[in-house]
């Protein structure tokens, strides 16, 4: 073929890519090309951005990337903003282009987008050609059809360790060959959309910057800088500081990084420091990730309704007052409101902080889960929508989960997780005179401890919507 349009989606890498490494075999020329969906950047119907700042920025920042390194190898990179499928028609039928490749989404409105370019292109009669390339495990290697997928994560983790190899990671480009009078296209700003620039808290645990180049630094910091690989099993819980978890997510949800990158690396690190389970054990979260684009890919849309892919019946309770109290951290319950708080302010939160949060809204408060997964896809910065929708459907009881009713109680997970209140108190600077044993209960406080610890509940700090756990308390 002479002409490639290679369709650059969650895939913005070189690196292990194999959309792009076979459109450089097979083309005389290809055409790189990006296209920001404007029906990702409209408001939901709770009112805030589909894609908020934190996660458009991010996305901003490895586009420009993208087209950096492609720009070093002689290419150029397209990029508009629109209706991927019209967009990417007009230019075939511009261009002259033999074929469209891209990498195989799998979640509900990625797929109607591939399916109506499809239709577009079969009217121009130039083919469409997918590939694999988000997952640690190749689609094609697995020891059964999606159809047969099993629906318990610990099945599913004990047949491809057992039968499956990871491939090995494709070598990135030495060049790139694209159209003489090839336009690039300007990459729009955040106001293109709606979007103020995102808050800098310095409290942040990592300043998140989008791209291929600073996702290779991150894994070599988090690896070789800090050891932290080394210690991932016992510390990947924590909730403050840079290193206590890899903070790899970002720029694997963009594909900023390929999972089989980070096996490698794994592999790489092991034999140069020793073979460690710790290490293996952020192994088993990239096992996470391929099972819920798998769920994804088994159940269809199913993974975006109220009832789940169990397809049961939950009560949709909906109450918008406490809800907005919980998107904007101020329930009462200090490790919810700090969880909440570093959400809306850094576009991060642990994954302990994310389960708790969640079983929150919908065990305490008694409300629908489906508004609390499209809150995380607005702010997150590493959203990913099959992740997070089979995490939400986890949560509620609607998924995965072989344990019926699990709860995660909000003051044991506190005390687990930050016994001196380090974290909340960091959040929650109200209540920063509050000693380790009350920090997490600040409505028991007697009137003698409210003054000597400076704090009015309802005044300085709002009294909680429920008592842990169950009872309501104020509405």
Request: proline share 7%; with cysteine; aromatic share 12%.
């Amino acid at each position: 073929m002479k002409r490639i349009l290679l369709w650059f989606r969650n895939d913005l890498r070189l690196i292990d890519h194999e959309a792009l490494h076979n459109a450089l075999r097979k083309a005389e020329e290809i055409i790189p090309y990006y296209c920001f969906d404007v029906r990702q950047f409209a408001d939901t119907r709770h009112g805030f951005p589909k894609t908020g700042s934190f996660r458009a920025k991010f996305l901003l920042e490895s586009v420009h990337d993208l087209r950096r390194r492609i720009g070093r190898l002689g290419g150029k990179l397209v990029v508009e903003s629109g209706k991927p499928e019209e967009k990417i028609a007009r230019m075939v039928a511009e261009m002259n282009i033999d074929a469209v490749y891209a990498h195989k989404e799998v979640t509900d409105g990625e797929v109607k987008v591939e399916e109506a370019l499809e239709h577009a292109l079969w009217r121009l009669r130039v083919p469409m050609e997918y590939f694999w390339g988000a997952s640690l495990y190749h689609l094609e290697d697995l020891p059964f059809p999606t159809k047969n997928l099993p629906e318990v994560f610990s099945d599913f983790r004990k047949q491809v360790e057992r039968y499956v190899a990871v491939r090995e990671p494709l070598p990135g480009p030495a060049a790139i060959r694209v159209p003489e009078q090839l336009t690039e296209g300007t990459i729009p700003c955040l106001s293109d959309f709606n979007l103020k620039e995102p808050p800098n808290d310095e409290r942040t645990v990592l300043r998140f910057i989008g791209g291929e180049t600073t996702a290779h630094d991150r894994m070599q910091h988090y690896f070789y800088k800090v050891d932290g690989i080394w210690h991932y099993k016992d510390t990947r819980n924590g909730l403050t500081g840079s290193d206590y978890s890899s903070k790899l997510a970002p720029w694997l949800a963009a594909g900023c990084l390929s999972p089989r990158t980070v096996f490698k690396e794994v592999l790489r690190y092991e034999s140069l420091r020793g073979s460690d389970e710790s290490a293996r054990w952020l192994l088993v979260e990239l096992m996470w990730r391929d099972f819920f684009r798998l769920i994804a890919r088994k159940h269809a849309n199913n993974l975006f309704k109220p009832g789940g892919i169990k397809q049961a019946f939950v009560p949709m309770v909906e109450d918008l007052v406490l809800f907005e109290k919980w998107r904007t951290g101020v329930t009462g319950i200090p490790f919810i409101d700090a969880n909440m708080q570093e959400l809306l302010r850094t576009g991060y939160m642990s994954s302990g902080g994310r389960q708790t949060v969640a079983s929150f809204l919908v065990k305490d408060l008694g409300l629908n889960w489906v508004p609390g997964a499209d809150g995380f896809e607005s702010q997150l910065s590493d959203y990913d929508p099959a992740s997070n929708r089979g995490n939400w459907n986890y949560v509620a009881g609607v998924g995965n989960d072989p344990k019926e009713g699990r709860y995660f109680n909000p003051l044991k997970q506190a005390r687990e997780y930050d016994p001196e209140g380090t974290f909340v108190k960091l959040w929650l600077p109200a209540l920063r005179n509050i000693p380790a044993n009350k920090v997490h209960t600040p409505w028991l406080l007697n009137a003698e401890e409210r003054t000597r610890y400076q704090l009015v509940p309802g005044v300085d700090y709002p009294l909680p919507l429920v008592e842990p756990w169950g009872k309501a308390l104020t509405r």
